[in-house]
């Protein structure tokens, strides 16, 4: 018996059933509170693979928090690095 070669596989299109995984876990995130919130603390965190800030809005002030952000900020654009931003909100009590 002489079998038959298998059909080439389709070329993948955009369309194609199976998704290429895009979302990755983050590597580390770090809850960000007054020993962590200047940017050269901020920048050694991004460098050393945190993805994700963590505010934690049940403790601080609003002007703390925009502090904070604008600080990861400039850490980010120094380092060019990008983090997202996980806000941990007040839940009921």
Sequence with gaps: HVRAPCPASPPSTPYSRERPRTS???????????????WPILEELLRSGMSVARFNFSHGTHEYHQETLD??????????????????TKGPE
Excluded: F, G, H, W
């Design 24 to 38: 990755q876990r983050p590597k580390s995130y770090a809850r960000l509170d007054q020993s962590r919130a200047t």
């Design 71 to 88: 600080n990861l900020r400039t850490a980010m654009e120094n380092t060019r690095i990008m983090c997202a931003v996980m806000l941990d």
